[in-house]
């Protein structure tokens, strides 16, 4: 019954990449994928629920063990262990709150404290994929019951009573028979004395019972420090002896140093020292760059004498990369035969005889995530033990990473995760502390790196770049018989193997093969595409170019057929079912077994009918404004989106209204729901707008929010909505909310112009393609 | 040797009269709530006040602020309950948290100046500080409901 063993040191995307060429670590080479190593995790969901997760193969699968997660003082102060990272979802609250309601702790007695990179203490630490809530809600309801059962265990002895008549309410155990009580504290003692209950055994509570679950009353634990500047970032950590390094890195990914004079930047008062940082050949995984790094007393004076730097690159096989050039050889790719990676009926022969053929062409540039907070990691290296402090997605790999990069066992390495001043994706990928790493371990002192802007934009894991193709063909009635979608982007897998021209399965199931329109001929294809600059996971990914190309292309069928756009979308949706994608090899569903989370019609139809009904629909707009909608479902739910637009006679666009309706199955903090998509109209729009980040000579042309803008205040949408789908049952399998508010915004916002304009944009961003 | 005035404390610096006052703030006073978002005045996350005005500390040099009074974020109250910082507890406004002290010296800069702005106002005076999360919509509330008495 669903005992977890965990393939050792795998992490979650390798094992759809090629792995002979690919694996993040050369330990895998040796162990190979079914692994001759498999540890039995510490895991077992609980057999009465309903449902499994992915959690258990995800590298170093769950813990489930109240003593690593919850403490007890003799005073009654519970502390319990917060495992992943926190960057503006709210898990380092949610997380610890689920544990908390289990074991009937009274909140305001209750701390959180930050677990360090430990897979093997902890459990798989990477917080990606919008996965915390969906794949630790059972394990940290299953940590919070033992916590309670042990002490309802040791009440019980204490008392000489059966354990059945002694019950944990608000951090106290009660035996109402006798009128006694004792609380947490009284008892932490002797309750870490008795042993853990077995999993199969724990009685959870029962939900109509949960004081905090599902009630979104209970702010995050940072809130205060946050709004008196004393939540500690990645770049608040402050060492005695500490340097203060900027490196100045390649212009042109894979490029090295070919020459340097440091005389320049020593002049600058307070720079210390001037020195190489080691690079690794492209494609570089998650290894540093290299570079010159200007050491100092402090970091503006690092920054103004690497300004002073004289360094001569090499530019190497990328220096030729053209945004202009690129798009054009997308566009050609696009336009041929690809890859076929899925097929239902004949596409091909029902586009030959349909009676009408819609064929849009879109088009999503390289993105950069811009977090507030640029990369920065402080390390100390004394003797062969590294100390870390940073702020990553992944702990766990940031560990393994510093240990084989300076040589040294894992066990001499400590990260320590700090806040994270946003992540996106980008500080899923531990460079920057690596760079800390190498540069503490050259001088012997305390060092942190602090990325600029500009590094951040230029030095990044972008976004892929990607032309969509769609060609839909219609019969005499206006009905869709055929759809055949060509994706084209350089795929993430490139930054792990040379020579990689595909997507990867995790690629092709964000919004490509995963297409759930009721359809009788449909082709996917994956024509070939080269990356030329390191691509990474930017939020919500690939769902991004395919959400805004598939629901753009459903509001082009409308148009074409004169329907509503939303009656269009619900008629391709079809019938309420779950899809059968066997045609598809190695589907991807989000690492989640499809029984559990299957791509059930019924759900996505509910999404946009809520916000339909909601969101008001077909509502009176005055001119110039227009309303749109798309739909989408990642991560394992289903978001519906309704975008209201206004339009003025010089093209600006302003967004009055947004309406969001997410059905992300059971969940644990409402309130955090619905700040995650408020954000994530943000940054639809912010994408949908401004995003470019684009290459001439190799070299990204953008530095700062002035030439990659992102949308301020002035800008945002008047007022977001937000609508929860209440889960059908307790047993529903909770599914993302970090990632899967972003893509349907971009398209919801392009039909809204068209409604409003009848300008159909195909290529993003915007920019000034309204302006007359 | 400069000397400035930084929550009340007179700091000296004997470095780089040029140096940035971000810098300064964090790396030689050691008051990491000012943060670093873009060095170029384009996001507001080192939003301080000096005098009663809402400076960004990454364009400006320590030898600018003396003689001035420069508040940071540990010293816009004595215990964080500033109408702003309360205003933000209560509509929860932040996510990442990052820019949000920038954000709450913006407003609480704005507030001095213009006790009752009106929604487009804060729009307005808000429009330099980035948030990458996109707590905009908080933010705005938050602002009028400090201006209205929380």
């Known amino acids: 019954m669903n005992i977890l063993t965990n393939p050792s040191k795998l992490r979650g995307f390798e094992k759809h990449i090629k792995v002979e060429n690919v694996s993040r670590r050369s330990i895998l080479k040796g162990l190979g994928l079914a692994g001759g190593f498999v540890l039995a995790a510490p895991v077992m969901m609980r057999p009465s629920f309903a449902y499994e997760t992915g959690a258990g193969k995800m590298p170093h699968g769950v813990v489930v063990d109240p003593r690593v997660f919850v403490s007890i003082a003799p005073d009654g102060m519970v502390t319990i262990v917060a495992h992943r990272s926190e960057m503006g979802t709210g898990v380092r609250t949610s997380l610890p709150l689920i544990v908390a309601e289990e074991l009937e702790a009274d909140w305001k007695r209750v701390r959180v404290q930050q677990a360090h990179g430990d897979e093997v203490k902890f459990g798989n630490q990477d917080t990606d994929g919008s996965r915390s809530t969906r794949h630790h809600l059972i394990p940290m309801r299953q940590i919070g019951a033992s916590a309670r059962t042990m002490l309802e265990q040791a009440a019980a002895k204490r008392w000489g009573v059966p354990a059945a008549e002694v019950k944990a309410v608000n951090h106290e155990v009660v035996h109402s028979a006798s009128r006694r009580k004792l609380g947490f504290g009284e008892l932490a003692a002797d309750a870490a004395k008795e042993s853990v209950p077995s999993v199969e055994g724990l009685k959870l509570k029962d939900p109509k019972d949960f004081r905090y679950l599902g009630k979104g009353e209970i702010s995050i634990v940072d809130l205060h420090d946050i709004t008196t500047g004393r939540a500690e970032y990645g770049a608040d950590v402050r060492l005695p002896g500490m340097k203060y390094a900027v490196i100045a890195r390649p212009p042109v990914t894979g490029g090295n140093v070919a020459s340097f004079d440091g005389a320049e930047a020593m002049k600058v008062s307070g720079v210390e020292k001037v020195m190489e940082v080691k690079g690794w050949p492209w494609p570089s995984k998650f290894q540093p760059l290299g570079g010159i790094a200007v050491i100092a007393r402090n970091t503006g004076a690092a920054i103004k004498g690497r300004d002073a730097l004289k360094v001569t690159w090499e530019d190497g096989a990328n220096a030729k990369y053209d945004s202009v050039a690129y798009r054009a050889e997308l566009e050609d790719a696009a336009r041929k035969p690809g890859l076929v990676v899925r097929k239902e009926g004949d596409a091909e022969a029902a586009l030959k005889g349909a009676d009408k053929v819609i064929v849009g062409e879109y088009y999503l540039p390289h993105l950069a995530h811009v977090a507030m907070e640029t990369p920065v990691a402080v390390a100390d290296v004394k003797g062969d033990k590294v100390e870390v402090w940073a702020p990553v997605q992944s702990p766990g790999g940031t560990r393994e990473d510093v240990a084989k990069t300076l040589g040294i066992p894992e066990e001499n390495v400590t990260v320590n995760v700090t806040l994270l001043g946003g992540g996106f994706g980008r500080k899923s990928k531990c460079d920057f502390a690596l760079e800390a790493a190498l540069l503490s371990k050259e001088l012997g002192a305390p060092v942190k790196v602090q990325w600029t802007r500009e590094d951040d934009i230029r030095n990044g894991f972008l976004h892929t770049v990607s032309v969509e193709r769609i060609e839909a063909g219609l019969d005499k009635s206006g009905k869709v018989i055929a759809w055949r979608h060509r994706s084209v982007a350089p795929s993430i897998a490139s930054t792990f193997a040379a020579g990689t021209v595909h997507q990867a399965p995790f690629e092709l199931g964000m919004g490509l093969v995963d297409m759930p329109f009721e359809i009788a001929n449909i082709q996917c294809e994956n024509p070939e595409a080269a990356a030329h600059t390191r691509i990474g996971w930017f939020r919500s990914v690939s769902n991004i170019p395919r959400a805004f190309a598939v629901q753009s292309m459903v509001a082009e069928i409308a148009q074409a057929t004169n329907r509503d756009p939303k009656d269009m979308l619900l008629e391709l949706i079809g019938a309420p079912r779950i899809l059968n994608l066997a045609s598809v090899k190695d589907l991807w569903n989000y690492g989640e077994p499809y029984d559990s989370y299957p791509i059930d019609t019924g759900r996505l139809r509910k999404v946009v009918e809520l916000v339909a009904d909601k969101g008001g629909w077909g509502r009176q707009v005055p001119k110039g404004h227009g309303l749109g909608i798309a739909a989408h479902r990642s991560f394992v739910s289903y978001i519906a989106t309704i975008v209201e637009v206004a339009v003025d006679d010089k093209g600006k666009l302003t967004v009055p209204r947004v309406d969001t309706a997410i059905d992300c199955g059971a969940y644990v903090n409402p309130e955090r729901i619905q700040s995650q998509i408020e954000g994530a109209a943000i940054m639809g729009m912010s994408l949908a707008k401004h995003g470019e980040i684009t290459f001439t000579n190799g070299r990204v042309q953008q530095g700062n929010y002035d030439d990659f803008p992102v949308i301020r205040i002035d800008e945002s949408p008047a007022v977001t909505n937000v609508y929860i789908v209440p889960p059908a049952s307790p047993d529903t399998p909770p599914s993302g909310v970090g990632e899967p508010g972003v893509p349907p915004f971009a398209p919801a916002l392009i039909n809204a112009i068209f409604a409003a304009t009848g300008k159909r944009i195909r290529a993003m961003p915007i920019g000034k393609q309204l302006e007359a | ?150």
């Open chain 2, 1 to 150: 040797m400069i000397k400035v005035k930084i929550n009340g404390q007179e700091q000296n610096w004997d470095g780089d009269p040029d140096l940035p006052l971000l810098w300064f703030i964090r790396d030689e006073v050691g008051l990491t709530g000012t943060k670093f978002g873009c060095g170029q005045a384009l996001c507001g996350s080192c939003t301080v006040i000096v005098d009663k005005q809402a400076v960004r500390a990454c364009i400006t040099s320590v030898s600018d602020v003396v003689g001035r009074e420069v508040t940071t974020i540990e010293g816009l109250h004595p215990t964080g309950d500033h109408s702003v910082q309360k205003a933000w507890r209560q509509l929860n406004v932040p996510q990442c948290g990052f820019c949000q002290t920038g954000q709450i010296m913006q407003a609480a800069a704005l507030l001095m100046d213009n006790p009752k702005p009106s929604h487009d106002q804060i729009r307005e005076a808000l429009s330099g500080n980035i948030c990458r999360c996109g707590c905009y919509q908080r933010i705005e509330n938050a602002v009028h409901l400090a201006s209205t008495g929380v």
